[in-house]
Structure formats: C-alpha cells, structure tokens
T-cell receptor
C-alpha cells in the first residue's frame, strides 16, 4: 500500500520558536495533502488542505499566518508552526491522496510539545 | 458541514462481537470511512462504503444506509489487539475532505 512518512515524530520546542513538520509520500504522487490536529482523547480536526503548486485552503478558525503550509512538490508538504505556544501542543497528522483516489493515506503523526 | 455521532466507549470480551454505530448529517456525501487508531499512532484504514449495504473484510464488516444517515462497523471474534479507537469519517462531495467523528474507544477484556 501507499506509504506516507512524517518527520520528526516528536519535537519539543520553547514558546515563541517555530517548528517545521515534513510530510512525504514515499511511493506515489500526492496531488492533495491534508493536515490534521488531534488533542488528547479527541478526534482529528482538519486544519488545511493543500494541493501541489497552489496555496493551501484553511478551515475556519485556523490561522494561516500561524500555520504555514507549503506543498512545493508532488511528494512533499510542510507545516510550519510559527511562534509556537503551549496551547499548540498537539498531535499533528498529515494524509495524502493521489488524483482520483478515494482513500487518504495517513502519516505516523508528529507529537509537538511546546514548553 | 458535517455532524457525526458515535458512542464514546464500548467494552467487550475476547472472542465476542461488537457493533459500533455512526450517524451523520451532512451537506454533501461522497462515502463513509472507518479507521482504527491505537493510542499515539495515526489512523489506519479499515473500510469504505459509498453505496448502501454491507461490505465484509475478514473479521471486520461495515454497513451503510444513506437514506438513514447511518453506518455501523462490526468487529467479530474480538482479539486483545482490537482494543483501540475507531473513527467514523464522512467525505464531502467534490473536495475529498474527511470529517471525523469523535471516535469510539473499544476495550477488549479477557
């Protein structure tokens, strides 16, 4: 099956710093990538949808200037959490889908802790 | 938007059967997914229904009724490793976005 990787798997940063999370599709071309956030014991909440070569579409309530998304190639999307605060501590998960595919393939997630 | 409801928790005995219900109210519908998620890990795909009826895949089966906005995931011959959270997700028509329910935590006891 299709494989999606994320890096790093865990990151701890200080309040006010920025953190970049990478999402890669390893064996297929991901025309669309999705970024989710999941707080403890809650479900996945979609943050944004990114299509290769175009600007990301953010869900209501998600600050686009704080969560910068770049989808520069068909195999890589990045999420940068700028000026991180403790309330940004969460599990960030990406998923990827290829053109005309009904399935989203999820990455293993990145645990972000902001101190 | 989407409104997706599923029970918070369920407990069952090893070897038994458990049925997880999911109801949804959506502005558009283009398929319903079930995912399994173990703590601290990403969701893994279990099943996909877009037409009414039952889809069977080994020990797991999923049912969909579009007119009732209802689905269930049936887990048979429960094993300890089936203890996890099960997420119901509905896909919007046209943009492939998924909206997830809050998840049902299934605990399998010996």
């Amino acid at each position: 099956g299709a494989v999606v990787s994320q890096h790093p798997s865990r990151v701890i940063c200080k309040s006010g710093t920025s953190v970049k999370i990478e999402c890669r599709s390893l064996d297929f071309q991901a025309t669309t990538m999705f970024w989710y956030r999941q707080f403890p014991k809650q479900s996945l909440m979609l943050m944004a949808t990114s299509n290769e070569g175009s600007k990301a579409t953010y869900e209501q309530g998600v600050e686009k200037d704080k969560f910068l998304i770049n989808h520069a190639s068909l195999t890589l999307s990045t999420l940068t959490v700028t000026s991180a605060h403790p309330e940004d501590s969460s599990f960030y998960i990406c998923s990827a889908s290829s053109q005309n595919s009904y399935e989203q393939y999820f990455g293993p997630g990145t645990r972000l802790t902001v101190t | 938007g989407q409104n997706i409801d599923q029970p918070t928790e369920m407990t069952a005995t090893e070897g038994a059967i458990v049925q997880i219900n999911c109801t949804y109210q959506t502005s558009g519908f283009n398929g319903l997914f079930w995912y399994q998620q173990h703590a601290g890990e990403a969701p893994t795909f279990l099943s996909y229904n877009v037409l009414d009826g039952l889809e069977e895949k080994g020990r797991f089966s999923s049912f969909l009724s579009r007119s009732k906005g209802y689905s269930y995931l049936l887990l048979k011959e429960l094993q300890m490793k089936d203890s996890a959270s099960y997420l119901c997700a509905v896909r919007d028509h046209g943009d492939y976005k998924l909206s997830f329910g809050a998840g049902t935590t299934v605990t399998v006891r010996a």
